[in-house]
């Protein structure tokens, strides 16, 4: 049985697969890029959680990141803006990733242009999406 942290992170994996780009889990830039961009889930961090006692739990606020990645040309603001648009109607249609998550939080994106020599430049930003959620143990 995968644990809490698991569950949590393969279920928004799983909420962003209906997106029109690729979402990959812990993957690398690929060397071209999708017309309709691509996501990349980064596990991120779970930091140090607030405990409380009787019974023993601990909160967390996990600092997940998705790596969002467009290269369409002419148009790639656009594109760019409706990918991370899409990624958070994702998000706020179940900001409890059915019950596993007490709330999701993404943070807004920093867009950075990347240029690539020979073709159209890389529109990129990382999106931190914190994840607030309960587990009995550190290891659940």
């Not at 596990?43 to 019974?55: F, W």
């Not at 760019?80 to 900001?95: H, R």
């Not at 309960?134 to 659940?140: G, I, R």
């Amino acid at each position: 049985m995968p644990s809490t942290r698991e569950s949590v992170l393969a279920s928004l994996h799983a909420r962003l697969q209906p997106l029109a780009a690729i979402v990959l889990r812990d993957g690398v830039l690929p060397e071209r890029i999708p017309p309709a961009g691509l996501i990349i889930l980064r596990d991120g961090q779970p930091g140090e959680p607030d405990v409380t006692l009787s019974p023993l739990r601990y909160h967390y606020q996990h600092r997940a990141e998705l790596e969002v990645v467009v290269q369409a040309g002419s148009d790639r603001p656009v594109a760019f803006d409706t990918l991370i648009a899409a990624i958070g109607s994702a998000l706020t249609a179940d900001p409890t990733l059915n019950g596993l998550c007490d709330w999701v939080e993404p943070e807004a994106p920093v867009p950075v242009d990347l240029p690539v020599e020979g073709a159209a430049a890389i529109k990129a930003a990382v999106i931190t999406v914190v994840l607030h959620y309960t587990t009995a143990s550190p290891l659940a």
